[in-house]
């Protein structure tokens, strides 16, 4: 099982920026996968998530209504577009599945419980 993000980079506030999540040895049709962040000096938080079965998705607090995230099954990758971003979107994002959780409160209530991470990528929000 692997999960690896990519597309992080210095975006001005307001702007936008699509986070790609490419994964293997795992079907997105069987297993969620979400996106989580942590800002230096900061906690790591769930950002958002999506499900295997139907694709329906949850979004935390500070990112909804601003963050879309996707899945194309065919390429194996998960998407989250930040749109409207705020300097306290500052931080390393990580995407990352748990073969037990499915997409909900309680996946995303557990930023250090996932089974499989990848490494990071890092969005910086700056003018």
């Known amino acids: 099982v692997q999960l690896q993000a990519s597309g992080g980079g210095l975006v001005q506030p307001g702007g936008s920026l699509r986070l790609s999540c490419a994964t293997s040895?795992?079907?997105?049709?069987?297993?969620?996968v979400g996106w989580f962040r942590q800002a230096p000096g900061k906690e790591r938080e769930g950002v958002s998530c999506?499900?295997?079965?139907?694709?329906?998705?949850l979004y935390g607090d500070a990112v909804q209504g601003r963050f879309t995230i996707s899945r194309d099954n065919d390429k194996r990758t998960v998407y989250l577009q930040m749109n409207r971003v705020k300097d306290e979107d500052t931080a390393v994002y990580y995407c990352?599945?748990?073969?037990?959780?499915?997409?909900?409160?309680?996946?995303?209530?557990?930023?250090?419980?996932?089974?499989?991470w990848g490494k990071g990528t890092l969005v910086t929000v700056s003018s």
């Open positions: 990352a599945t748990d073969f037990v959780l499915p997409c909900g409160s309680s996946f995303l209530a557990r930023p250090y419980g996932m089974h499989y």
């Open positions: 040895g795992f079907s997105l049709d069987h297993h969620a």
């Open positions: 999506i499900s295997s079965s139907d694709g329906s998705t």
